[in-house]
């Protein structure tokens, strides 16, 4: 996999950054409101993006990052994070956001708004038109998964988080979510193939399927 | 059999798709949000609970109101149960003054149903019988049944 850059967060101070998820409930619970709000906007930007992605609706995405942390801040005394509080934001978050009926007479078409297609320095609008394109096409093909693979692919690539933080989100054990992220990456590479204007030959994945099959079995009888 | 089981991506295609993802994210990526914390603190300050002081009124009020319920159906039950006037039981005031025969039965064998009915004759009854007593009792050749062994 490569490296992908981290999503950002609100920046915060080195007071912020020494204080860990465990202290700030503690402080939180104590009474201390600067640290729910550090709480808050260290995740607000993850749960956004979580929501927005399963809702495709942005202000239905900013009530269900609220209804979050009201939910946290209700449960804030019987909260015991080990490391991170994200997990259970997050879980919350995915039950709000697929619990949230959509609004009659809205459709939201895809995951992007566009506002990045414009070209950016040293790019041509051509080449800023086909990057637009072709994300529209990954996005549609994203959105063509299963909800079960659509989120693990969603927390990996668009949240950033590893294999066992997933599972803890989704609840299962991390073979299975190594399962679902090999099925919907190989679901994707067949999808993306099929477009004829994207890069993606189909060749390799053959050859890779043709390279697992086991050899045909020579009997002894027969090889004379 | 192995053919079955989902074939392994390879290398190349793993990254081509990892670099597609990457790509397709990265505006989401660098989105943010708007909310701002206060909006939290609104809407916990507004789906408050009541705080412990109102339920404890709420409490004793609640006991005040089944204490009054509680009363009110005790004052109901008693008074239904005083109103009940006692039904006088003929056979035995009959008993008690030492007639022990109306019309060829016993007091105590009388139906219930004809009370009222036999009451008017059973002053009668009594009269004759208490006559009837005294001449035995006045001849002293009879002496008067005890009224302990009817009982």
């Known amino acids: 996999m490569t490296a992908r850059s981290r999503p950002k967060s609100k920046p915060q101070g080195p007071a912020d950054e020494r204080r860990g998820d465990r202290e700030l409930v503690h402080a939180a619970r104590a009474g201390d409101t600067s640290a729910f709000d550090d709480l808050f906007y260290r995740y607000r930007d993850g749960i956004h993006r979580l929501a927005i992605s399963i809702t495709k609706d942005p202000s239905a995405a900013e009530e269900i990052v609220v209804d979050t942390f009201v939910r946290a801040h209700r449960a804030i005394e019987r909260l015991e994070p080990d490391d991170s509080l994200r997990p259970w934001l997050y879980r919350v978050a995915i039950n709000l956001s697929y619990n949230r009926q959509p609004r009659k007479g809205v459709t939201f078409s895809s995951l992007d708004d566009g506002v990045f297609d414009l070209p950016t320095q040293g790019e041509s609008p051509s080449e800023a038109a086909e990057r637009a394109e072709r994300r529209r096409l990954v996005l549609e093909c994203v959105e063509a998964l299963g909800p079960k693979h659509k989120i693990v692919v969603v927390l990996c690539y668009l949240n950033g988080l590893n294999l066992a933080e997933i599972a803890e989100i989704v609840e299962v054990p991390v073979g299975t979510v190594k399962s679902r992220l090999h099925y919907a990456l190989r679901k994707l590479r067949v999808q993306l193939s099929a477009h004829p204007g994207l890069d993606f030959e189909p060749a390799t994945l053959f050859a890779a399927i043709e390279r697992q099959m086991p050899p045909p079995k020579v009997r002894k009888g027969h090889a004379r | ?151």
């Open chain 2, 1 to 151: 059999m192995r053919i079955l089981s989902p074939a392994p991506l390879a290398l190349e295609d793993r990254l081509l798709v990892d670099a597609a993802l990457d790509e397709a994210f990265a505006p989401l990526r660098a989105r943010s949000s708007n909310v701002g914390a206060a909006r939290v603190r609104a809407a916990v300050r507004w789906t408050k609970a009541e705080p412990r002081p109102v339920r404890g009124v709420a409490l004793l009020a609640r006991i005040g109101e089944l204490s009054v319920a509680a009363v009110i159906s005790a004052f109901l039950f008693g008074s239904s149960i005083t109103s009940v006037s006692p039904v006088t039981d003929l056979s035995q005031d009959t008993v008690s003054t030492g007639v022990w025969m109306l019309h060829g039965r016993t007091a105590l064998q009388r139906p219930m149903s004809s009370r009222v009915a036999d009451s008017r004759l059973s002053a009668g009854d009594d009269a004759d019988n208490a006559a009837i007593v005294r001449r035995a009792a006045a001849r002293q050749d009879l002496e008067p049944m005890p009224t302990s062994t009817i009982r």
